[in-house]
């Protein structure tokens, strides 16, 4: 059954949201299929300093796998067969990285030698950091990532410079009675290909300190039907959690990744009920990709009940073609760009959500929306409560080519109605900058019931023109809408 059917998508005629169907599919990767719970005997133990890559690779498939309170140091990531269940316990600790101890001075700084780490390189930087965000092999002290330069002669109290060539890493404060760390790991748990490693469930860890390049996670969802539960996922250089198949994400916390909380593709992809914070301080370049989570070429994507903010991009967004794609229930709050944005995409559905605080670092031509829809189609944007926000709800219309059936990708059918929108300093409308006037002469395009607060002076946008709440309506938007002074 398609997830769209299952959960009767809204229509013109009217918004249903089965909150009944939404709790289903919060519990499972694909909608017919229930997640391991994880609740059988421990098939095996293992404890700090075993060869724990080797026991997760001898259990037998579908074994659950407890682990020992404490730190689990990895080289390299566990790589668990079909079925099993690794089980952290809520008290095991997986880390990426390795102790910096052995420091010595020359001149001005401080050196530690023998860094043999070098991860993948990759990713688009934010102009002010140049390259340095594509280099995964992070430094941190006590539970701070340090500020990567480029020279030595760049140096400051809170960064590093790593000089690949010698091998070593320096310093301008003094380490000592510091914790110093650096990452090497590149993921800690990967799937292994196809059916092999196919029904995982990953609990209960935490998760931190890996050299995971962008846009790849340190908790690695290749295969289907995977379960990623009550894990804390932090302080990994890229993405916290990938995948690229059928997964549920649910009640994990995933703070402080320096490209993303999330990263991810493919379809029947459920998450819920998760803290998405905190994210992109690396330094990635949001226009490319950073912030608390994005999906690319994803399709019966439920995104609901989760909690995303501060993010350094924007909060959740979907793009390249993503289709029947619901956003329910989640709060996107004090993200520097959308809170939630629907890119170059198709059928969606965002509805009751709250949007707050989002888009102050791009507050321009709508860029700053609380809700922005960019060359999209097929789209619902209902009973949302947005404040605060840069902007409000809005619609941008570029040349953004064609979708892989040769469809223009173009503004249509897109339906904004019953929000409630705290409109502020900010604007909501469409705009587009392709010189083809007829989208704002579709009448595909409608808004309807809206409720807007502070709708003073010209806060509506529409064919090059600021227009005031009277204006607005003579265009044969919300009619019957509200207009609060």
């Given at each position: 059954?398609?997830?769209?059917?299952?959960?009767?998508?809204?229509?013109?005629?009217?918004?249903v949201?089965?909150?009944?169907?939404?709790?289903?599919?919060?519990?499972?990767?694909?909608?017919?299929?229930a997640?391991?719970?994880?609740?059988?005997?421990?098939?095996v133990?293992?404890?700090?300093?075993?060869?724990?890559?080797?026991?997760?690779?001898?259990?037998?498939?579908?074994?659950?796998?407890?682990?020992?309170?404490?730190?689990?140091?990895?080289?390299?990531?566990?790589?668990?067969?079909?079925?099993?269940?690794?089980?952290?316990?809520?008290?095991?600790?997986?880390?990426?990285?390795?102790?910096?101890?052995?420091?010595?001075?020359?001149?001005?700084?401080?050196?530690?030698?023998?860094?043999?780490?070098?991860?993948?390189?990759?990713?688009?930087?934010?102009?002010?950091?140049?390259?340095?965000?594509?280099?995964?092999?992070?430094?941190?002290?006590?539970?701070?990532?340090?500020?990567?330069?480029?020279?030595?002669?760049?140096?400051?109290?809170?960064?590093?410079?790593?000089?690949?060539?010698?091998?070593?890493?320096?310093?301008?404060?003094?380490?000592?009675?510091?914790?110093?760390?650096?990452?090497?790991?590149?993921?800690?748990?990967?799937?292994?290909?196809?059916?092999?490693?196919?029904?995982?469930?990953?609990?209960?860890?935490?998760?931190?300190?890996?050299?995971?390049?962008?846009?790849?996670?340190?908790?690695?969802?290749?295969?289907?039907?995977?379960?990623?539960?009550?894990?804390?996922?932090?302080?990994?250089?890229?993405a916290?959690?990938?995948?690229?198949?059928?997964?549920?994400i649910a009640?994990?916390?995933?703070?402080?990744?320096?490209?993303?909380?999330?990263?991810?593709?493919?379809?029947?992809?459920?998450?819920?009920?998760?803290?998405i914070?905190?994210?992109?301080?690396?330094?990635?370049?949001?226009?490319w990709?950073?912030?608390?989570?994005?999906?690319?070429?994803?399709?019966?994507?439920?995104?609901?009940?989760?909690?995303?903010?501060?993010?350094r991009?924007?909060?959740?967004?979907?793009?390249?073609d993503?289709?029947?794609?619901?956003?329910?229930?989640?709060?996107?709050?004090?993200?520097?760009?959308?809170?939630?944005?629907?890119?170059?995409?198709?059928?969606?559905?965002?509805?009751?959500?709250?949007?707050?605080?989002?888009?102050?670092a791009?507050?321009?031509?709508?860029?700053?929306?609380?809700?922005?829809?960019?060359?999209?189609?097929?789209?619902?944007?209902?009973?949302?409560?947005?404040?605060?926000?840069?902007?409000?709800?809005?619609?941008?219309?570029?040349d953004?080519?064609?979708d892989?059936?040769?469809?223009?990708?173009?503004?249509?059918?897109?339906?904004?109605?019953?929000?409630?929108?705290?409109?502020?300093?900010?604007?909501?409308?469409?705009?587009?900058?392709?010189?083809?006037r007829?989208?704002?002469?579709?009448?595909?395009?409608?808004?309807?019931?809206?409720?807007?607060?502070?709708?003073?002076?010209?806060?509506?946008?529409?064919?090059?023109?600021?227009l005031?709440?009277?204006?607005?309506?003579?265009?044969?938007?919300?009619?019957?809408?509200t207009?609060?002074?």
């Amino acid at each position: 059954m398609e997830q769209g059917r299952l959960c009767g998508w809204p229509t013109r005629a009217g918004v249903v949201v089965v909150l009944a169907c939404l709790v289903t599919l919060a519990m499972s990767g694909r909608p017919d299929a229930a997640p391991a719970t994880g609740a059988s005997a421990c098939e095996v133990r293992v404890n700090p300093g075993d060869a724990v890559r080797r026991a997760v690779a001898d259990a037998s498939q579908g074994a659950r796998i407890c682990f020992a309170a404490g730190s689990y140091r990895l080289r390299g990531p566990l790589r668990p067969r079909a079925g099993q269940v690794l089980d952290g316990g809520g008290h095991a600790t997986l880390l990426g990285s390795k102790r910096l101890r052995d420091f010595h001075r020359k001149g001005d700084l401080w050196v530690a030698t023998g860094q043999d780490q070098r991860g993948w390189r990759s990713g688009e930087c934010r102009p002010s950091v140049h390259d340095a965000c594509r280099y995964p092999d992070a430094v941190y002290r006590d539970g701070r990532p340090l500020h990567r330069v480029m020279t030595k002669r760049a140096l400051g109290r809170r960064s590093f410079y790593f000089d690949y060539r010698h091998r070593r890493i320096l310093l301008a404060a003094d380490p000592r009675h510091h914790d110093l760390e650096a990452a090497s790991a590149e993921a800690a748990i990967a799937a292994r290909p196809g059916a092999a490693g196919e029904g995982v469930t990953v609990r209960e860890f935490r998760v931190m300190m890996f050299a995971t390049p962008a846009q790849h996670g340190a908790i690695v969802a290749s295969a289907n039907d995977w379960v990623i539960a009550n894990n804390q996922v932090l302080l990994n250089h890229g993405a916290g959690i990938s995948s690229e198949n059928p997964v549920t994400i649910a009640n994990n916390r995933i703070v402080r990744n320096g490209q993303e909380g999330i990263a991810g593709a493919g379809s029947h992809i459920t998450v819920t009920s998760n803290v998405i914070s905190h994210n992109g301080w690396a330094g990635f370049d949001p226009n490319w990709e950073a912030g608390g989570a994005k999906w690319a070429e994803a399709s019966h994507l439920l995104i609901a009940d989760n909690t995303v903010a501060d993010n350094r991009g924007p909060g959740l967004w979907d793009d390249i073609d993503s289709r029947d794609v619901t956003y329910t229930g989640n709060v996107a709050r004090d993200n520097d760009r959308p809170g939630i944005f629907h890119e170059i995409g198709g059928r969606a559905r965002i509805v009751g959500n709250r949007v707050t605080g989002n888009g102050f670092a791009k507050p321009v031509w709508l860029w700053g929306s609380g809700i922005l829809l960019a060359a999209s189609h097929d789209v619902l944007v209902a009973h949302n409560t947005l404040r605060r926000n840069a902007d409000a709800i809005g619609l941008i219309q570029q040349d953004r080519g064609n979708d892989p059936q040769g469809h223009r990708r173009y503004l249509d059918d897109i339906d904004v109605r019953d929000n409630h929108v705290a409109l502020g300093r900010g604007e909501t409308g469409l705009v587009q900058d392709i010189g083809d006037r007829s989208v704002f002469r579709d009448p595909s395009i409608t808004y309807e019931s809206n409720t807007y607060e502070q709708s003073r002076g010209t806060p509506f946008l529409w064919d090059d023109a600021d227009l005031t709440a009277g204006d607005w309506r003579a265009l044969g938007h919300d009619i019957d809408g509200t207009f609060l002074p």
